[in-house]
């Protein structure tokens, strides 16, 4: 999955325990522009570093992957919560081989 947005704000990175580190950010996505969606992201380990040399404020593509875990507390309750996990970031709006189509003026030979 990925979507368009401007930086809106970015952490520092932080080291969980001796083998993990995580860092966040929050990018405001205005399909609508009348009502922009924050949305907070995370990279982990060596993804972290992906947000180096890019500012707060500049457009970026998110390509990322939806995560789910299930956690039963102390008492038996179960609890599920979601992830938004970036794995590739893009300075601006990236187009790809395959994904636009290209219309041209070809002549029309239909007889209507």
């Not at 990925?2 to 966040?24: A, H, M, V, Y």
């Not at 982990?44 to 570093?49: E, G, L, P, S, Y």
Request: net charge negative; hydrophobic share 30%; glycine share 6%.
């Amino acid at each position: 999955m990925n979507i368009t947005g401007k930086l809106f704000e970015i952490t520092p990175s932080q080291q969980i325990s001796d083998s993990f580190k995580k860092r966040t950010f929050v990018a405001e996505y205005a399909e609508n522009p009348q009502y922009p969606e924050y949305v907070s992201f995370e990279l982990i380990q060596d993804k972290c570093d992906l947000l180096d040399g890019f500012k707060e404020g500049e457009e970026v593509t998110i390509h990322f992957n939806l995560r789910g875990r299930k956690w039963t507390n102390r008492e038996g309750v179960v609890k599920y919560f979601n992830s938004l996990q970036a794995w590739r970031l893009e300075k601006g709006h990236q187009m790809h081989e395959g994904t636009a189509t290209s219309f041209t003026d070809a002549e029309d030979d239909l007889p209507f």
